[in-house]
């Protein structure tokens, strides 16, 4: 399995981005996955994951601004930002949890 995250970019405060994690395989739709994000300087943390069911958890930073979802028939996870905020910027990898594969991240940069 293999995971290709994309989206990334520059974007003012308030704006919104959508990233996107793709898998190859036929078993994407088995296992929960994720979003992190690591700032300059700071350890990575979990921005976001989904079960193989659809459940959410968000942590608090993102609460109400992102939306973590997937596609199972386009084996692609998606994380949609709104309201984007400058302490939001950082690189942001995918992860499958179960076999513990990374995505090679993208970059999200917030203008004030």
């Known amino acids: 399995v293999q995971l290709q995250a994309s989206g990334g970019g520059l974007v003012q405060a308030g704006g919104s981005l959508r990233l996107s994690c793709a898998a190859s395989?036929?078993?994407?739709?088995?296992?929960?996955m994720g979003w992190y994000r690591q700032a300059p300087g700071k350890q990575r943390e979990l921005v976001a994951s989904?079960?193989?069911?659809?459940?959410?958890i968000y942590a608090d930073s993102v609460k109400g601004r992102f939306t973590i979802s997937r596609d199972n028939a386009k084996n692609t996870m998606y994380l949609q930002m709104n309201n984007l905020k400058p302490e939001d910027t950082a690189v942001y990898y995918c992860?499958?949890?179960?076999?513990?594969?990374w995505g090679q991240g993208t970059q999200v940069t917030v203008s004030s």
């Open positions: 395989g036929s078993t994407f739709s088995r296992y929960p």
């Open positions: 989904i079960s193989s069911g659809g459940s959410t």
């Open positions: 992860k499958q949890f179960e076999w513990d594969i």
